[in-house]
Antibody
Framework: EVQLVESGGGLVNPGGSLRLSCAAS????????MNWVRQAPGKGLEWVSS????????YYADSVQGRFTISRDNAKNSLYLQMNSLRAEDTALYYC?????????????????WGQGTLVTVSS | EIVLTQSPATLSLSPGERATLSCRAG??????LAWYQQKPGQAPRLLIY???NRATGIPARFSGTGSATDFTLTISSLEPEDFAIYYC?????????FGQGTRVELK
């Protein structure tokens, strides 16, 4: 059974940093591109960042470019999101999501499996 | 970026009725469009990918049609568990974008 479990969320001051993790099981992480998608409280879904299976291709939303860094460790079956210079508008539930297709590491994704999310709150 | 506009914002229906949800893209996305269902407190669930393909385990009452800029998700006969928010999403271009959602509520 495919499982994605996020951790690392919490309350942080504006300008602070946080590192999110996603532990994957039930499939070979090294075969799939992985993603972070967020959802502000009561709002819709926003794609944040993607990393291809071997980390050759990395993409960011304009809203986080230069502040967030996505990475992965296939040997540890884990995905990460380093979040720096956090702003109030980054407050959201952050989901780890698997790209449905194993083909085309440079192509934009849709998402077949999602974790339950980890909540990030940026507030003083 | 490609803007996806969903309509209506809210659909009030009864169990057994047919639900028709629309998603319009600001430019052509070919058939690279997906639909998701989200219930309160849950992660989104993939229903349809590439405009018309049902994801694994999705009941046949869910169907998707469309291409280029106009897409439709149809639920042929609403079950009690289908009342939720539905999002469309395009993967034609970076950045991948989502529509704002359509809430299907109990009438």
């Amino acid at each position: 059974e495919v499982q994605l479990v996020e951790s690392g969320g919490g309350l942080v001051n504006p300008g602070g940093s946080l590192r999110l993790s996603c532990a994957a099981s039930g499939f070979s992480l090294s075969s799939y591109s992985m993603n972070w998608v967020r959802q502000a409280p009561g709002k819709g879904l926003e794609w944040v960042s993607s990393v291809s299976s071997s980390s050759s291709y990395i993409y960011y939303a304009d809203s986080v470019q230069g502040r967030f860094t996505i990475s992965r460790d296939n040997a540890k079956n884990s995905l990460y999101l380093q979040m720096n210079s956090l702003r109030a508008e980054d407050t959201a539930l952050y989901y780890c999501a698997r790209k449905r297709s194993r083909e085309g590491g440079s192509s934009a994704p849709d998402f077949d499996y999602w974790g339950q999310g980890t909540l990030v709150t940026v507030s003083s | 970026e490609i803007v996806l506009t969903q309509s209506p914002a809210t659909l009030s229906l009864s169990p057994g009725e047919r639900a028709t949800l629309s998603c319009r893209a600001g430019q052509s996305v070919s058939t690279y469009l997906a639909w998701y269902q989200q219930k309160p407190g849950q992660a989104p669930r993939l229903l349809i990918y590439d405009a018309s393909n049902r994801a694994t385990g999705i009941p046949a009452r869910f169907s998707g049609t469309g291409s280029a800029t106009d897409f439709t998700l149809t639920i042929s006969s609403l079950e009690p568990e289908d009342f939720a928010i539905y999002y469309c999403q395009q993967r034609s271009n970076w950045p991948s974008t989502f529509g704002q959602g359509t809430r299907v509520e109990l009438k």
